[in-house]
């Protein structure tokens, strides 16, 4: 890893993977989803498709809505592992709607906990990006909405601890070396102390696959939203601070040298490769990526094959249900032709 990059708290993306702004609100006029009757959600459901598919904003014409009740299992699942929608929210989906822009970097969904979740997804470390998107959609749908608001707490949520701003703003960092060298557990008991919580792949209760962990702010009461991301941004740019210097004494480590480049030569020639496997070489050969070992490969490749690999992703993409055999040899060919032979620096290579 060059010197440059090792310092260049601009550029991130080395760490982190996405962005993701998130608000949570409720209509005023009814009580909240786990109260409504199923006739009652679809009522809901009606009305904030309308306000958005014939709002007045620009991309109102590029949403398109999606009846949770029609999807298959493969659909509803392959939105969760493309972080569209939370898991809770396909556990029961009668009465559920979500609205989803054609390029995926917003959705909103509808009767979860709450009547409406704002989601905006950016690439990379982009807050103030994903903050100003979120908060212009959330604009126009207050002043067709009207959304429940107190002038004390805030907007008014179904679990209080969203109540306040109602904003989540989280990060989906990839951290090799710091849970290789066991420093996950430290960090996090730090975190939690800083109004910050760090959780793994899928949120709550999840685990960190592929060592990516998502770092959100857990105050949303007594605090404005531009206070709520200036410490997330902050908290981020010191953990990725630490994950370079742990990357910096790993690397020269011959077992962690070999390890990455064993997790490449499997993906490069496997047959066959199960989720959690490829999740793990994946996450190998990224740290070898971040630490300057392989040339022609890019973060956007190994991002984008995290999400294809996902068994409900990958059958969505196929167009039809795959046994997990089937599913473990298509993965292990389409992970081989996007994985490219890359060039390997000189400084690098057994012979010198």
């Keep these: 890893m060059s010197e440059k990059k090792y310092n260049d708290l601009k550029n991130v993306s080395d760490v982190v993977i996405s962005t993701r702004i998130r ?20 009522k809901v459901a009606s009305i904030v498709k309308e306000a958005v598919l014939e ?46 822009l054609d390029d995926e970097s917003v959705s909103i969904m509808i009767n ?20 100003d998107m979120a908060d212009k959609i959330d604009t126009l ?13 805030g907007y008014l949520t179904q ?11 989280s990060l989906m960092l990839h951290l090799p070396a710091l849970m290789e060298s066991g420093a996950m557990g430290k960090i996090s008991a730090s975190l939690s102390k800083l109004g910050l919580v760090i959780r793994g792949l899928y949120g709550e209760g999840s685990d960190p696959n592929g060592a990516i962990y998502q770092l959100s702010n857990q105050v949303t009461l007594g605090i404005t939203e531009k206070e709520a991301i200036k410490n997330l941004r902050d908290i981020a740019c010191q953990l990725v601070t630490q994950e370079r210097n742990a990357r910096q ?45 392989f ?26 249900k795959l046994t997990p055999a089937e599913r473990d040899r298509i993965r292990a060919e389409l992970v081989r032709t996007a994985l490219i032979q890359p060039k390997i620096p000189t400084s690098h290579r057994l012979e010198k």
């Design 295 to 320: 040339e022609n490969i890019d973060f956007d490749t190994i991002n984008r094959l995290f999400i294809e690999i996902q068994p409900a992703t990958l059958m969505k993409n196929i167009g039809k």
């Design 55 to 100: 709002g007045h904003s620009a991309i109102s014409h590029r949403f398109r809505y999606i009846q949770m009740s029609e999807l298959t299992q493969e659909e509803a699942v392959s939105l969760v592992e493309r972080h569209l929608v939370s898991p809770e929210f396909i556990s029961d989906r009668q009465g559920r709607g979500l609205l989803l």
């Design 249 to 293: 004494n790993l690397i020269g480590n011959i077992n962690i040298l070999d390890n990455i480049y064993r997790s490449f030569g499997i993906l490069q020639y496997a047959r066959l490769l199960s989720n959690h496997e490829s999740m793990k070489l994946l996450s190998q050969v990224r740290f070898g990526v971040e630490a300057g070992l």
């Design 112 to 131: 979860e906990e709450d009547h409406v979740r704002i989601q905006v997804i950016n690439s990379g470390m982009k807050l103030d990006d994903a903050y």
């Design 159 to 169: 679990c209080p601890t969203n109540i306040g701003t109602g904003m989540r703003a």
């Design 23 to 42: 608000f949570a609100r409720n209509l005023r006029e009814y009580p909240f989803p786990c109260r409504l009757s199923d006739e009652k959600k679809r």
């Design 141 to 153: 749908l207050d002043e067709q909405l009207n959304f429940a608001f107190h002038e004390k707490l």
